[in-house]
Protein backbone atom coordinates (compact mmCIF):
# COMPACT_ATOMS: atom_id res chain seq x y z
CA UNK A 1 0.00 0.00 0.00
CA UNK A 2 1.35 3.35 -1.01
CA UNK A 3 0.11 6.47 0.30
CA UNK A 4 0.56 9.74 -2.27
CA UNK A 5 0.53 12.91 -2.03
CA UNK A 6 -1.96 15.36 -3.71
CA UNK A 7 -0.50 17.66 -6.83
CA UNK A 8 -2.50 20.61 -5.49
CA UNK A 9 -2.83 20.31 -1.78
CA UNK A 10 -0.45 18.42 -0.62
CA UNK A 11 -2.35 16.34 1.09
CA UNK A 12 -1.70 12.48 1.93
CA UNK A 13 -4.34 10.13 -0.53
CA UNK A 14 -5.30 6.43 0.49
CA UNK A 15 -5.50 4.10 -1.67
CA UNK A 16 -9.02 4.54 -3.90
CA UNK A 17 -9.53 7.86 -3.63
CA UNK A 18 -8.71 10.69 -5.83
CA UNK A 19 -7.54 10.34 -9.54
CA UNK A 20 -4.99 11.53 -11.32
CA UNK A 21 -4.57 13.23 -14.73
CA UNK A 22 -1.86 11.50 -17.46
CA UNK A 23 -0.40 14.42 -19.31
CA UNK A 24 1.25 13.74 -22.89
CA UNK A 25 4.86 13.36 -21.52
CA UNK A 26 4.09 10.58 -19.30
CA UNK A 27 3.67 13.08 -15.79
CA UNK A 28 1.05 12.00 -13.45
CA UNK A 29 -0.68 14.32 -11.70
CA UNK A 30 -2.36 12.38 -8.97
CA UNK A 31 -5.46 14.95 -7.07
CA UNK A 32 -7.12 14.36 -3.63
CA UNK A 33 -10.43 15.14 -4.33
CA UNK A 34 -12.65 17.00 -7.36
CA UNK A 35 -11.60 20.23 -5.19
CA UNK A 36 -7.74 19.51 -5.86
CA UNK A 37 -8.72 18.76 -9.66
CA UNK A 38 -10.83 21.24 -10.61
CA UNK A 39 -8.47 24.24 -9.30
CA UNK A 40 -5.74 22.35 -11.64
CA UNK A 41 -8.43 22.50 -14.48
CA UNK A 42 -8.61 26.29 -13.80
CA UNK A 43 -5.22 26.25 -14.51
CA UNK A 44 -4.21 27.89 -10.89
CA UNK A 45 -0.88 27.72 -9.44
CA UNK A 46 -0.89 25.63 -5.69
CA UNK A 47 1.84 28.36 -4.52
CA UNK A 48 -0.85 31.34 -4.98
CA UNK A 49 -4.30 29.38 -3.43
CA UNK A 50 -4.14 30.31 -0.22
CA UNK A 51 -5.44 27.05 1.35
CA UNK A 52 -2.65 24.70 -0.03
CA UNK A 53 0.13 23.52 1.47
CA UNK A 54 2.74 25.14 -0.45
CA UNK A 55 1.01 28.38 -0.66
CA UNK A 56 2.10 28.51 3.12
CA UNK A 57 5.48 27.37 2.89
CA UNK A 58 5.97 29.87 0.61
CA UNK A 59 4.53 32.38 3.04
CA UNK A 60 6.77 31.25 5.83
CA UNK A 61 3.52 30.23 7.82
CA UNK A 62 5.22 26.73 7.99
CA UNK A 63 8.33 25.25 8.80
CA UNK A 64 10.25 24.45 5.55
CA UNK A 65 13.79 23.96 6.54
CA UNK A 66 14.26 21.54 9.03
CA UNK A 67 16.51 18.19 9.35
CA UNK A 68 13.12 16.31 10.40
CA UNK A 69 12.00 16.27 6.89
CA UNK A 70 15.44 14.33 5.82
CA UNK A 71 13.17 11.35 7.22
CA UNK A 72 10.41 11.65 4.95
CA UNK A 73 12.17 11.64 1.66
CA UNK A 74 12.52 9.34 -0.93
CA UNK A 75 14.68 6.88 -1.34
CA UNK A 76 15.01 4.79 -4.50
CA UNK A 77 17.90 2.16 -3.47
CA UNK A 78 16.80 -0.75 -2.17
CA UNK A 79 17.69 -1.60 1.27
CA UNK A 80 18.29 -5.37 2.37
CA UNK A 81 16.25 -6.97 5.09
CA UNK A 82 17.46 -6.45 8.63
CA UNK A 83 14.84 -7.32 11.18
CA UNK A 84 17.47 -5.22 13.63
CA UNK A 85 16.88 -1.83 11.14
CA UNK A 86 13.53 -2.34 10.86
CA UNK A 87 13.46 -1.52 14.85
CA UNK A 88 15.86 0.89 15.25
CA UNK A 89 14.15 2.65 12.03
CA UNK A 90 10.41 2.25 13.79
CA UNK A 91 11.75 4.28 16.91
CA UNK A 92 13.52 6.85 14.95
CA UNK A 93 10.29 7.21 12.81
CA UNK A 94 8.56 8.10 16.35
CA UNK A 95 11.38 10.20 17.94
CA UNK A 96 11.19 12.10 14.34
CA UNK A 97 8.28 13.17 14.06
CA UNK A 98 7.87 14.26 18.25
CA UNK A 99 10.27 16.18 17.38
CA UNK A 100 9.11 17.61 14.26
CA UNK A 101 5.49 18.41 16.35
CA UNK A 102 7.76 20.49 18.91
CA UNK A 103 9.97 22.44 16.25
CA UNK A 104 6.57 23.17 14.31
CA UNK A 105 4.88 24.05 17.66
CA UNK A 106 7.83 26.70 18.27
CA UNK A 107 7.86 27.94 14.77
CA UNK A 108 4.04 29.10 15.05
CA UNK A 109 4.59 30.80 18.46
CA UNK A 110 7.80 32.41 17.09
CA UNK A 111 5.48 33.27 14.32
CA UNK A 112 2.96 34.68 16.77
CA UNK A 113 5.23 36.55 18.59
CA UNK A 114 5.99 39.31 15.72
CA UNK A 115 2.20 39.25 14.99
CA UNK A 116 1.47 39.84 18.53
CA UNK A 117 3.94 43.42 18.07
CA UNK A 118 2.04 44.24 14.98
CA UNK A 119 -1.60 43.97 17.02
CA UNK A 120 -0.09 46.43 20.08
CA UNK A 121 1.11 48.58 16.80
CA UNK A 122 -2.77 48.48 15.26
CA UNK A 123 -4.58 49.00 19.02
CA UNK A 124 -2.02 52.25 20.10
CA UNK A 125 -3.22 53.93 16.21
CA UNK A 126 -6.76 53.16 16.92
CA UNK A 127 -6.64 54.94 20.37
CA UNK A 128 -4.59 57.78 19.17
CA UNK A 129 -7.16 58.03 16.04
CA UNK A 130 -10.67 57.60 18.47
CA UNK A 131 -9.69 58.92 21.38
CA UNK A 132 -12.47 61.57 21.10
CA UNK A 133 -14.87 59.05 21.35
CA UNK A 134 -13.24 57.88 24.77
CA UNK A 135 -13.64 61.61 26.14
CA UNK A 136 -16.51 62.63 25.20
CA UNK A 137 -18.10 59.20 26.88
CA UNK A 138 -16.22 60.27 29.88
CA UNK A 139 -17.98 64.09 29.71
CA UNK A 140 -21.36 61.83 29.08
CA UNK A 141 -20.87 59.62 32.92
CA UNK A 142 -20.17 62.57 34.53
CA UNK A 143 -23.05 64.76 33.33
CA UNK A 144 -25.15 61.64 34.30
CA UNK A 145 -23.18 61.34 38.15
CA UNK A 146 -24.01 64.75 38.40
CA UNK A 147 -27.84 64.27 37.67
CA UNK A 148 -27.98 61.60 40.08
CA UNK A 149 -26.40 63.49 42.89
CA UNK A 150 -28.95 66.20 42.75
CA UNK A 151 -31.60 64.27 42.41
CA UNK A 152 -30.55 62.13 45.76
CA UNK A 153 -30.15 66.23 47.53
CA UNK A 154 -33.67 66.82 46.82
CA UNK A 155 -35.10 64.19 47.88
CA UNK A 156 -33.14 64.38 51.68
CA UNK A 157 -34.30 68.24 51.44
CA UNK A 158 -37.93 66.75 51.18
CA UNK B 1 -15.57 5.96 -24.02
CA UNK B 2 -15.41 6.14 -28.19
CA UNK B 3 -18.54 5.46 -30.04
CA UNK B 4 -19.52 5.93 -33.82
CA UNK B 5 -18.92 9.05 -35.15
CA UNK B 6 -16.22 9.88 -32.59
CA UNK B 7 -13.30 11.70 -33.59
CA UNK B 8 -9.79 11.13 -32.48
CA UNK B 9 -6.22 11.94 -32.94
CA UNK B 10 -4.05 10.14 -34.54
CA UNK B 11 -0.58 9.43 -32.22
CA UNK B 12 1.59 7.73 -34.65
CA UNK B 13 4.00 8.55 -37.69
CA UNK B 14 1.76 6.83 -39.90
CA UNK B 15 0.43 10.77 -41.44
CA UNK B 16 -2.87 10.63 -40.19
CA UNK B 17 -4.20 13.41 -38.07
CA UNK B 18 -7.84 11.95 -36.76
CA UNK B 19 -9.80 9.65 -38.03
CA UNK B 20 -13.96 9.24 -37.26
CA UNK B 21 -14.96 5.87 -35.06
CA UNK B 22 -17.34 3.91 -37.56
CA UNK B 23 -17.74 1.44 -35.72
CA UNK B 24 -16.22 -0.17 -31.68
CA UNK B 25 -15.33 -3.89 -32.45
CA UNK B 26 -14.69 -6.90 -29.91
CA UNK B 27 -18.24 -7.55 -28.60
CA UNK B 28 -21.90 -8.43 -29.85
CA UNK B 29 -23.55 -5.16 -29.34
CA UNK B 30 -20.70 -3.33 -28.24
CA UNK B 31 -21.52 0.37 -27.16
CA UNK B 32 -18.11 2.10 -25.81
CA UNK B 33 -14.43 1.49 -26.66
CA UNK B 34 -11.99 1.86 -24.40
CA UNK B 35 -8.36 1.36 -24.04
CA UNK B 36 -7.00 -1.62 -26.02
CA UNK B 37 -10.30 -1.94 -27.92
CA UNK B 38 -10.01 -2.50 -31.52
CA UNK B 39 -12.27 0.16 -33.62
CA UNK B 40 -12.76 0.73 -37.16
CA UNK B 41 -12.34 4.27 -38.40
CA UNK B 42 -12.09 6.41 -41.69
CA UNK B 43 -9.77 8.73 -41.96
CA UNK B 44 -10.39 12.46 -41.44
CA UNK B 45 -7.90 14.65 -41.97
CA UNK B 46 -3.65 14.19 -43.13
CA UNK B 47 -0.71 15.53 -41.68
CA UNK B 48 0.94 18.18 -43.84
CA UNK B 49 3.95 15.78 -44.45
CA UNK B 50 2.30 12.22 -44.56
CA UNK B 51 3.83 9.08 -45.35
CA UNK B 52 4.44 8.57 -48.15
CA UNK B 53 5.09 4.26 -47.86
CA UNK B 54 1.61 3.64 -46.11
CA UNK B 55 -0.23 5.93 -48.62
CA UNK B 56 -3.26 6.30 -46.81
CA UNK B 57 -6.05 8.92 -48.32
CA UNK B 58 -8.58 10.34 -46.72
CA UNK B 59 -12.13 8.43 -46.70
CA UNK B 60 -9.90 4.94 -46.39
CA UNK B 61 -11.26 2.69 -43.93
CA UNK B 62 -9.00 1.31 -40.96
CA UNK B 63 -8.38 -0.45 -37.65
CA UNK B 64 -6.75 1.47 -34.55
CA UNK B 65 -6.23 0.47 -31.28
CA UNK B 66 -7.52 3.35 -28.64
CA UNK B 67 -4.65 4.20 -26.89
CA UNK B 68 -5.84 7.58 -24.42
CA UNK B 69 -9.51 8.58 -23.56
CA UNK B 70 -10.74 11.66 -22.09
CA UNK B 71 -13.14 9.64 -19.92
CA UNK B 72 -11.57 8.05 -16.56
CA UNK B 73 -9.92 4.76 -16.49
CA UNK B 74 -10.08 2.47 -13.24
CA UNK B 75 -7.88 -0.78 -12.50
CA UNK B 76 -8.45 -2.74 -9.74
CA UNK B 77 -6.05 -1.46 -7.47
CA UNK B 78 -8.39 1.43 -7.02
CA UNK B 79 -6.26 3.84 -8.87
CA UNK B 80 -8.01 6.42 -11.39
CA UNK B 81 -6.51 8.32 -14.19
CA UNK B 82 -7.32 10.22 -17.55
CA UNK B 83 -5.88 11.76 -20.22
CA UNK B 84 -6.63 14.76 -21.79
CA UNK B 85 -7.82 13.51 -25.60
CA UNK B 86 -8.73 10.79 -27.21
CA UNK B 87 -6.39 9.28 -29.65
CA UNK B 88 -5.67 5.50 -31.33
CA UNK B 89 -2.86 4.26 -32.96
CA UNK B 90 -3.74 2.88 -36.36
CA UNK B 91 -2.76 -0.73 -37.04
CA UNK B 92 -4.11 -3.74 -38.99
CA UNK B 93 -6.51 -7.17 -38.00
CA UNK B 94 -3.82 -8.50 -36.42
CA UNK B 95 -3.38 -6.00 -34.14
CA UNK B 96 0.76 -5.11 -35.83
CA UNK B 97 1.06 -1.08 -35.81
CA UNK B 98 1.45 0.12 -39.54
CA UNK B 99 3.41 3.03 -38.60
CA UNK B 100 6.93 2.91 -36.83
CA UNK B 101 6.68 5.46 -33.98
CA UNK B 102 3.99 5.90 -31.02
CA UNK B 103 4.18 9.62 -30.01
CA UNK B 104 2.81 9.37 -26.97
CA UNK B 105 2.73 7.17 -23.52
CA UNK B 106 0.42 4.45 -23.31
CA UNK B 107 -1.59 2.65 -20.41
CA UNK B 108 -0.66 -0.65 -19.02
CA UNK B 109 -4.21 -2.01 -20.08
CA UNK B 110 -2.65 -2.86 -23.77
CA UNK B 111 -0.26 -5.19 -21.93
CA UNK B 112 -2.03 -8.13 -23.80
CA UNK B 113 -0.52 -10.56 -25.85
CA UNK B 114 -1.73 -9.10 -28.93
CA UNK B 115 -0.43 -5.86 -28.75
CA UNK B 116 2.79 -5.76 -26.82
CA UNK B 117 4.64 -4.64 -30.27
CA UNK B 118 2.58 -1.38 -29.34
CA UNK B 119 3.88 -1.06 -26.38
CA UNK B 120 7.30 -1.41 -27.16
CA UNK B 121 7.39 1.22 -29.26
CA UNK B 122 5.76 3.64 -26.72
CA UNK B 123 7.99 6.37 -25.12
CA UNK B 124 6.96 5.35 -21.62
CA UNK B 125 4.42 3.78 -20.20
CA UNK B 126 1.45 4.34 -17.33
Redesign the interface.
Known sequence: MRVGKCYFCSSPIY????????????K?FHFCRSKCHKNFNLKRNPRKVRWTKAFRKVHGKEMTVDTTFEMEKRRNRPVKYDRDLVGTTLRAMQRASEVQEKRAELHYVNRMAAHKVKAAVRARVEIKESVDLIESSEAVKEAVMVDKLEAQKQKVNI | MIQTQTIVDVVDNSGVKTLRCIKVLGGFKKRYGVFGNLIRASIQELRQKGNKKLGLKKGDLVFAVVVQTRSQLKRKDGQVFKFFKNSAVIVDKQMKPLATRVLTPLCNELRHKKSIKLLSLAPSIL
Request: net charge neutral.
Open positions: PGHGIAFARNDAL
